[in-house]
């Protein structure tokens, strides 16, 4: 079993962003198709939590001597020739799978497969490995995956509200006990009880936690998830949960504009502070609009705030450790 | 396969550091840099709030659980609070003061919940600091009528758990009967604030995990579902106003309902159909009409009923698993048109 520190792999995972990840400063929008081009390199390993133990993974890594968890997000553009290849450096067989979209079908254990793909309609959509369901995406094979409409750098479809910025949080929940019996080849025997909350692999590290500010180790302060902006700076957050349990996700500051429920278009925009999140594959897409906080007196224009779930239970790891689990802060500067 | 090192031991003991707090054997408590807020003006209103951490509350089955929440008033050694806390009932624009008193030995933050305030008047532990020994003033300016609660944002998972938590309304100017200003009015009001309780977590302390022990906040397995502070599993909530409500045909009826738990929860009519108008504090571009909702934790909805028909109808919310969606309890009210 190799070794790698988590600096190292995070850095990876961030550096590599070409295609999206961090928060999208400026979407380019492109006259013509392109063709988009990646490989994902399906790894295993152990990642260890903050209470000592260690969990098996498995994830869409970046690298072959890597492990993301979840896989590098992209954004591509409607129109866009998207080929993936998938290098499958492990014994078991894994697909690539994004519901309506693409299915490569089973890549048997040490095979490399190439898929070619037209990105139709726009929308955010994950990325994940649809074998043993949901078994192959709870180990942590999953990602994001965006499609801009044609010509459009600032609507999430054609005519939508519009943004400046773009965000990814894909949330995740997980059974160590369930990960282990994966791991050895069987099928879980005990009922799902998640341990670990995270969003975007990352759990919250509070101010005197060890890594607090690390932005490879604090979801807080992880840079593809904490929302940084100035008033007006309005911010696209596509919200994906890998996860199995229900989550509402509340943001502090600002009220949410509510455009997309499991990738459908709201009949209207609601404003909300918290937002209905369904386990085991809900999506949601949302606007937070950096204004002033409405109920300020006298009105700020800068300072820090949260995001977290309200299923308060996600707030933990291993039981206990308050703010520990699926949060971030969002940033006014 | 790689080992990926995201492992690190949690600082405790006494303060420092700007993290651990300590005081206690809590971790991770944020009262130790606590400072005034540096913004106050002169407020239209003030509410003050103490700590109550011992608040029995009776369930049908005749068993006792001890609630945690907030009494009225200022400096209050400990006693007086009820569960829910005492609600916070304000006009759209006034600038608000709530001032929150704890003793030395816990700690506690007022956050506003769905009120957007300045960072300092947030109630967020880790951001700003929570309160300890002392008293804190919030101040805010709530500009959107609505329904809102106000919540304890210190070790959040226990203590809103617990019951710290009660109703805020925001009144537009017109006050109460006026949903919005130039909007809908409403003759009768009610308020549906559902809420699930694991009793096992109501024997831990104040602290409890706070430092990396394992005292199963991530397991919520709820064996008691409440609606507006009682047992509704039963009849306790039944012709129990303000949670029933009764009303002439011709009358509107407001029902104010706050998902207060964190599991799920289904919410249904009885066959009435209700008109959305607000949700979170804020108006729906488009009223829509309903004869249930669904919501999640923390989720607010105004719904007005202009029933025609007269007659008993039973208000039913189930409180469903966060992974399985199984029917964990369903709490009941009753709306008896005239």
Known sequence: MKRRDFLKAGSAGIAGSLLGGAGLLAWAPRAHAATISKTFYITDGFIDQIDGTSVYFKGFSSNADSLNVPGESMIVQEGDTVQITIVNTLSTSHSFVIDGVVDSGAIGGGQTKTIDFVAGSYGSFMYYDKLNAPYNRLLGLHGGFAVMPQGSSNELYSGSPTFVQQYFWIFHDIDPAWHDRLRRGYTPNTEYTPRFFTLNGLIGRPPGAPGNGDPTLDAMHDLRSALHGHVGDRTLVRILNAGLCAQSVHTHANHMEWLTENGQVRPDVWKKDCLYLDGNMGALDVIFPFEVPPDSWPPVTTGTYPMHMHSEMSQTAAGGYYMFGQLTDIFFE | ?338
């Open chain 2, 1 to 338: 396969m790689f080992n990926l090192n995201n492992r690190q031991r949690p600082m405790m003991g006494m303060g420092g550091g700007g993290g651990g707090g300590g005081m206690g054997g809590a971790c991770y408590v944020y009262d130790e840099n606590q400072q005034a807020n540096p913004n106050l003006v002169t407020p239209d209103v003030t509410f003050d709030r103490s700590i109550d951490m011992n608040i029995p509350l009776t369930m049908d089955d005749g068993n006792t659980i001890t609630m945690w929440g907030f009494a009225d008033g200022r400096g209050r050694m400990m006693g007086g609070g009820t569960f829910p806390s005492p609600p916070i009932r304000v006009i759209q624009g006034q600038i608000v003061h709530t001032t929150l008193s704890v003793r030395m030995m816990w700690a506690h933050t007022i956050h506003h919940h769905g009120i957007e305030p300045g960072w300092e008047s947030d109630g967020v532990g880790h951001i700003s600091w929570d309160v300890r020994g002392g008293s804190y003033t919030y101040q805010w300016r709530p500009m959107h009528p609505g329904t809102y609660f106000y919540h304890c944002h210190t070790n959040t998972v226990l203590h809103a758990e617990m019951g710290m938590y009660g109703a805020l309304i925001v009144d537009p100017p017109e006050g109460p009967g006026t949903l919005l200003s130039g909007g809908p009015t409403y003759d009768v009001e009610a308020f549906w604030v559902v809420d699930e309780i694991d009793s096992r977590w109501h024997t831990l302390s104040w602290n409890a995990g706070t430092c990396g022990e394992d005292v199963g906040l991530n397991i919520l397995n709820p064996d008691y579902f409440i609606i507006t502070g009682v047992d509704g599993t039963g009849t306790s909530a039944m012709n129990t106003p303000p949670i029933s409500a009764t009303v002439h045909v011709g009358q509107k009826l407001l029902a104010r309902y706050i998902c207060a738990g964190y599991h799920p929860q289904r919410i249904r009519f009885g066959g009435l159909t209700g008109t959305v108008y607000v949700s979170d504090g804020r108006p729906l571009p488009k009223p829509v009409q309903v004869t249930d909702l669904r919501a999640h934790s923390g989720e607010r909805y105004d719904i007005i009923f202009e029933p025609t028909t007269p007659g008993e109808y039973i208000i039913e919310a189930d409180v469903t698993h966060w992974i399985s969606g199984a029917v964990l309890g369903t709490v009941r009210t009753n709306v008896t048109v005239i």
